[in-house]
């Protein structure tokens, strides 16, 4: 890796010097208001279990009163809508973040009914009850129309106050939110005067091979007045290679790409200032960029068999010294969201929140080959070319590699109103407003020197002034409204219901397709063009017309509870989602003259139901809820990874459930389990979905002993359990990708270390070296995806505040 590690150490070596002579006494004032603002946190995690108060549960507001000021768009905050499903809070989130564990890890680990981590860069495939995953950053939406899948990959986990988790959807929230929502709240709390906080960490393999170390710094610098407030995160990270279960090193992951020999940048700011006593105007702004500099490429074997003859030649997935790739794959994120909030508009008694925000990613990934003998023997055969011998050795020239880079701009506005009322005698709480959102996005494929990477045995990239269209340029209009009420029907019964009004529309230009652009330059080479026009054949690359969609729903969701005992509560709720398909990657591989209208670009909507029962009893608390939803539309990968929209219905339906138990004062035990099936008809027959939309079979389970003084440590395991039935199943249906998966098992120890000054985190993950395939390698693509994750790795942190 080309990173700078003697800087990396000569700053950690500052910043400890720093903290050794940091001032140990703190503010009382301040320390007061610490430990109210952590107080007032209300947490579903072990260490709070073991108060005998009826519990929050799942259709009960969870309140974070606290004065969480991130400029959210919400009417309210997603942990105070009556359907919240769980509320991960800071102390949970620190705990785990030691170490290089990424924010998907961390999820994974924390909320039972979410897809596992991929061990990449990608949050593909992660999702929630089977369905779509809105991720949001402050309230404002990381997933739209058009997903590089790495909504998980847009700040530092040591910059999150709390995750919020919404099962299911919801009329406050339109498009996209089918599965539930997840909300990433940024720190921006700092009480009076001001605060500071300096974080150090190492990470690295279980061999300590010196090309797995890691090293991260950040510092806090924040003040907080009678009227205004101020806050800034700053945290750097360089991440080393990634080493298996048998020490050796990893291949990059060449689809998705992945985080080896990173290094990454995140900043968080908020501003805030109280214009009266009612009223509040907060800015919230973030920043993110991972780059990868490595110099380690795939085995694609000898001269290239694993690319050029895949069936013949499996890949060892080494990782090999020396690739050069002109352009590393990177991300890079900036949002922006100002927020203006009134709690008694103009003398009304109602709250007004009225949010305009702004959001940017870019990224890059790793250069590929994409061959297309299928597109162009069918041009050969139809000019009269039959013979296989010959097509065998012309359509080996089919072959390009490029490399991908995209950008998605959004802007949006949404003003929510809430309003406290009496209907029949009965305490009511209307939330209504609209929302308007716009998203721009393109993609392109950089043509890469093909004889400089056949040279190279593919470990050389080097751009070649082509370009190719990855879809068209698209611009995607939303717009809603919504009214929701949140009624107390008794002491015991509640209930919510709620309708929206969603507008999507979106416009395509002309674009030419990827594959009409490598069938003229192939049919023009030089190579075979003589052979090309004595059949006749003089390929021009054919366009797709610019298009428009245009599709409109109402959607309603209706939740109730009931609390049957002082300890036990029932709940119910039905909600509807609409998903828009990613219309530029679904007409990536469209072949010219296809129209894209409404009848040809179609939304997906969803009916979910949820039931179930959450209790508390003694130092044991539970919950446990079934669900099912279903849709009259898949959308799927191919064998060939192209991107469909299938007209056909789909079910979807599960189990989870989650305990806790406080053993003593200082012992909690406790986990979870979740279980996802689902199947889509094909031309009758209810085939098994795949891995990729469902999670499968995964349980949790947690140890932890809490010291005295505040340290602690906990044994937690995750295990995945194997599953064939889709990948047999689909063999009736030609286009599907099913693959079998193997289950798997894993034990983490870590915990925290409360020093005289300051705070020491340790993490060992993977605890007995075990030898896998995460869901996602496992799953997604050939058999160069086939990586294993990582061994056993170690992580050291030191945090203190002064």
């Not at 138990?661 to 099936?677: E, I, M, N, P």
């Amino acid at each position: 890796m080309k990173s700078h590690h003697q800087v990396a150490l000569s700053v950690l070596t500052l910043c400890i010097s720093q903290q050794l002579y940091a001032q140990t006494n703190v503010n009382e004032a301040d320390a007061l208001l610490d430990v109210q603002a952590s107080t007032e946190l209300t947490s579903n995690s072990a260490a709070n279990s073991s108060s005998d108060e009826t519990p929050n549960v799942t259709l009960d507001t969870i309140n974070v009163t606290a004065k969480a000021r991130t400029g959210t768009a919400l009417a309210q905050k997603i942990s105070e809508m009556p359907a919240v499903t769980q509320v991960i809070t800071e102390s949970e989130i620190q705990m785990q973040a030691t170490g290089n564990r990424t924010t998907g890890d961390i999820l994974a680990q924390l909320i039972p009914s979410l897809g596992t981590s991929s061990g990449s860069t990608s949050n593909y495939g992660t999702t929630m009850h089977g369905r779509p995953v809105q991720f949001l950053l402050n309230g404002v939406p990381l997933s739209g129309s058009r997903s590089l899948s790495r909504e998980l990959n847009s700040i530092d986990t040591s910059q999150l106050e709390r995750v919020e988790v919404l099962s299911g959807a919801t009329s406050i929230y339109g498009a996209g939110a089918s599965g539930g929502l997840i909300n990433l709240v940024t720190k921006s709390l700092v009480g009076y005067g001001p605060i500071r906080q300096t974080r150090v960490g190492v990470s690295s393999s279980r061999d300590f091979d010196s090309d797995s170390f890691g090293y991260n710094v950040g510092q806090t610098l924040g003040y907080g007045g009678e009227r205004a407030y101020g806050r800034l995160d700053v945290d750097y990270e360089t991440k080393g290679g990634k080493f298996d279960s048998k020490g050796d090193r990893v291949s990059p992951d060449v689809n998705q790409t992945d985080q080896q020999d990173t290094e990454s940048l995140s900043v968080n700011g908020s501003l805030g200032i109280e214009l009266t006593d009612t009223q509040r105007l907060d800015l919230a702004a973030t920043y993110y960029k991972d780059k990868q500099d490595t110099d380690y490429g795939p085995d694609y074997g000898d001269n290239l068999q694993v690319l050029l003859k895949p069936k013949d030649a499996p890949p060892s997935l080494k990782a090999i010294d020396g690739a050069n790739v002109e352009n590393q794959p990177y991300t890079e994120k900036s949002s922006v969201n100002l927020n203006y909030s009134d709690d008694d508009f103009v003398g009304s008694g109602s709250s007004l929140s009225v949010t305009g925000y702004y959001r940017d990613e870019k990224g890059r990934f790793y250069p590929s080959g994409k061959d297309f003998p299928e597109q162009a023997g069918e041009v050969w055969v139809a000019n009269g070319l039959t013979d296989e011998s010959t097509l065998k050795k012309l359509l080996g020239g089919a072959v390009v590699v490029t490399q991908s880079e995209a950008d998605i701009e959004v802007m949006g506005l949404r003003a929510a109103m809430q309003t406290e009322t009496e209907i029949a005698g009965k305490n009511t709480l209307f939330s209504y407003g609209v929302d308007v959102e716009r998203e721009n996005s393109e993609q392109t494929y950089y043509g890469q020197d093909l004889n400089i990477f056949l040279a190279s045995n593919g470990l050389t990239a080097q751009t070649n002034g082509l370009t190719y269209n990855g879809g068209p340029d698209t611009t995607i209009d939303k717009w809603g409204a919504f009214v929701n009420a949140d009624v107390d029907l008794t002491d015991k019964w509640h209930t919510s219901a709620g309708v929206r009004y969603q507008k999507l529309k979106s416009e395509t230009d002309t674009f030419t397709p990827i594959y009409e652009q490598l069938l003229e330059e192939y049919f023009n080479n030089p190579a075979i063009s003589n052979i090309s026009d004595a059949y006749g054949i003089d390929y021009q690359a054919g366009d797709v017309e610019k298009g428009n969609t245009d599709h409109d729903k109402v959607l309603f969701n209706l939740g109730t509870s009931y609390q049957i005992t002082p300890k036990d509560q029932l709940f119910a709720n039905f909600s509807q989602g609409l998903d828009t398909a990613d219309i530029q990657r679904a007409l990536r591989d469209v072949r010219a003259g296809f129209v894209v209208n409404s009848d040809n670009v179609q939304p997906i909507a969803t009916n979910n139901y949820e039931f179930g029962w959450q209790g508390k009893h003694g130092d044991t608390a539970a919950r446990l809820s079934g669900f099912y939803n279903e849709s009259d539309k898949v959308v799927r990968f191919t064998d060939s990874y192209t991107v469909e929209v299938v007209d056909t219905d789909e079910r979807v339906y599960g189990v989870e459930g989650s305990l806790t138990h406080d053993l003593s004062d200082q012992w909690q035990v406790g986990g979870s389990v979740a279980y996802t099936r689902g199947q889509y008809d094909y031309n009758g027959d209810w085939l098994e979905l795949d891995a990729v939309r469902l999670t499968p079979l995964k349980g949790t389970a947690f140890a932890q002993y809490n010291f005295d003084e505040g340290s602690n440590i906990r044994l937690q395991a995750l295990a995945v359990g194997g599953d064939d039935r889709a990948s047999k199943d689909q063999q009736k249906d030609p286009d599907s990708s099913a693959l079998p998966v193997t289950g798997y098992m894993t034990l983490d120890v870590l915990g925290q270390v409360e020093m005289p000054v300051g705070r020491v985190g340790y993490g060992v993950y993977n605890l007995l070296n075990k030898d896998y395939l995460t869901v996602y390698h496992q799953t997604t693509y050939g058999d160069l995806n086939r990586l294993p994750a990582a061994g056993t790795t170690y992580g050291l942190s030191y945090t203190v505040d002064y």
